[in-house]
């Protein structure tokens, strides 16, 4: 968590943590799903899985712990993928980090009309101005949200841009595997 600013708030430090791991991992990964817990709540009740994670020696601060899940599979859409998720109370939040491709907003006129599925992402992948983007979002139970966009082309920790209503559509079906 070194590039991870002191001051930002838990869920922005986890956010920011998960974005530099996938980092670490390299372009052209698939999809990662992390559940978020409280970590002071993780040392106590559960010792040696705080142990096993390195959070012995961390200092005693309120923070977030990501705890990558199973893989996400590939043959289902992710938003179905996502419908099937039930947390246990343990769970405070969960994050994903996925990459996509996506066009500026000026290119969005040019988008030829009925194209959808796999011959809209064929025409996104053959655009001029198409980026390589990795996207991590995080929600919490409450509601808070966070997420952080890396362009593939300013793959830097300085060049990372967070904010709460970066990935809107993301961070709405995150926020339904919380949903009673």
Request: hydrophobic share 40%; with cysteine; glycine share 6%.
């Amino acid at each position: 968590m070194s590039n991870t600013p002191m001051a930002a708030s838990p869920l922005t430090r986890a956010v920011l943590e998960i974005d530099e791991y996938a980092s670490g991992l390299g372009w052209d990964q698939p999809a990662r799903l992390f559940a978020l817990v409280d970590t002071a709540r993780l040392r106590s009740q559960e010792p040696s899985l705080a142990n096993q994670l390195g959070l012995q020696d961390e200092p005693e601060t309120t923070g977030l712990t990501p705890i990558e899940q199973d893989e996400v599979p590939t043959d289902k859409p992710l938003d179905e993928f996502l419908a099937t998720i039930a947390w246990p109370a343990a769970v405070v939040g969960c994050a994903l980090t996925v990459e996509r491709l996506m066009l500026p907003p000026s290119a969005e006129a040019q988008v030829p009309q009925g194209l959808s599925g796999a011959k809209l992402t064929k025409w996104v992948a053959a655009h001029p101005d198409r980026q390589e983007v990795r996207m991590t979002v995080g929600v919490l139970r409450d509601g808070t949200r966070d997420s952080a966009v890396r362009l593939r082309e300013k793959d830097a920790s300085t060049e990372v841009l967070t904010g709460a209503g970066l990935v809107p559509g993301l961070a709405e079906a995150l926020s339904a595997t919380f949903a009673e």
